[in-house]
Each structure stands twice: as C-alpha cells, then as structure tokens.
C-alpha cells in the first residue's frame, strides 16, 4: 500500500502528483492549486528509499536510472492508482499527472505504460526514463514541459531527448525554457495554469 493524501473535491479532473526526489505527499499540494484549484488532488509517496530519501524508483547512478525498477514500479503505481478509483469511486473522470524531477520521469513511464488512462501531464524538470522501450502511439495525450536550460542536474539535451520522444509519438506538447536551474518557477506555474486550461 502506498501512502497517499487526497483532496476530494466534485470536479471532473483529478490531478496525481509524484514529489522530487526526498519529498512525500503533500509537496505539490499548493502548486496544484495554483494551476486548477477546482481539481481532485492525490498525492502520492515514492516507495524507494535512497539514502533515507524518498523516491518512485531506483538509480543505479547519478543520472543512471535502474530501467527494470522503473517498470516494476510503474505497474506497482498503476494498479494503486485503480485501487484508489474503485475506493473513491472516482470514475468518469480526467485523470491527469504533475511531476517534479525524479516524480516527472516516472510520469512519463506511467504514460507510456498506460497511454490511455492519462489525458494531461505537467512535467517540470524531466528527463527521458528510457533508453529503450516499446514506446506506444500518444496522440491522446497533452504534455506541458518546464525545464531549466542552465539546470545542474538535467542537462538541456537530456530535456530534449524527452521532448522530442513525445513528439514523434504524436503528442502536442508545450515547452517553457528558464533560467532557473532545478527550480521551479512561478512564471512557469502560470503558463501551466494557462495551459491548462486552455487545452480543456
């Protein structure tokens, strides 16, 4: 069982939420309801512990991830994410994802797994999860990347590796350069929340 935090809410969307690495829950509770304050919120808790640090899957380095652990708990997520539905009743709805670094990779892994169960995600700082993979058709699915291109830990081809994936599986995705590292920044939380939005 996953720890999780939720907010229900009437609404339509529902927004899953995977933390950096060393958060929980709760971290991107207030960013969420600063892009769709309407939307149910689930915050969920990486079940990998790094040096006493949170995390949804293993590296083998730095910047090396373990691609088998990825997939293990990809499906692992997916099936927790089908328990909550059942349990909350939570059907007919959007179900959309927002990750931050380590939480935004495995969204992509999560999409790619499941392509049809997502509708939207925002990424802020992602990379490519994969070196190989059989990647399906995303037509169906909007993405909204956020990267820094002076960021220390994902470098600016790392992101466009990623972006351009998503792209030549069909996916209309937006991309939001900064100047602010790792961070995330607040002028790039109001072009998500635009975009949001304006893709509805």
Avoid: C
């Avoid at 059989?134 to 820094?148: A, E």
């Avoid at 992101?159 to 991309?175: F, G």
Wanted: charged share 25%; hydrophobic share 40%; no cysteine.
């Amino acid at each position: 069982m996953m720890k999780y935090e939720i907010r229900l809410k009437k609404s339509k969307n529902i927004f899953i939420a995977l933390h950096g690495t060393g958060g929980n829950e709760m971290d991107l509770i207030n960013l969420v309801h600063e892009i769709h304050n309407d939307s149910i919120y689930i915050g969920l808790r990486g079940n990998v512990i790094e040096n006493g640090m949170n995390r949804f899957f293993k590296r083998i380095s730095f910047g090396v991830f373990d691609e088998s652990n990825i997939r293990n708990e990809t499906k692992k997520i997916l099936k927790f994410l089908e328990y909550l539905k059942s349990k909350y009743e939570l059907y007919d709805k959007n179900w959309n994802l927002i990750g931050y670094s380590n939480g935004a990779n495995m969204a992509s892994s999560l999409i790619f797994h499941s392509p049809k169960f997502f509708k939207k995600a925002i990424l802020f700082n992602p990379m490519k999860p994969f070196k190989k993979f059989d990647y399906p058709d995303l037509s169906n699915v909007k993405v909204f990347i956020s990267s820094g291109q002076n960021d220390p830990i994902v470098n600016e081809n790392e992101t466009m590796e990623l972006i351009d994936l998503y792209k030549s599986l069909n996916t209309r995705v937006k991309i939001v350069w900064t100047n602010h590292g790792h961070k995330i920044p607040y002028n790039s939380i109001l072009k998500a929340k635009k975009w949001f939005v304006d893709e509805n």
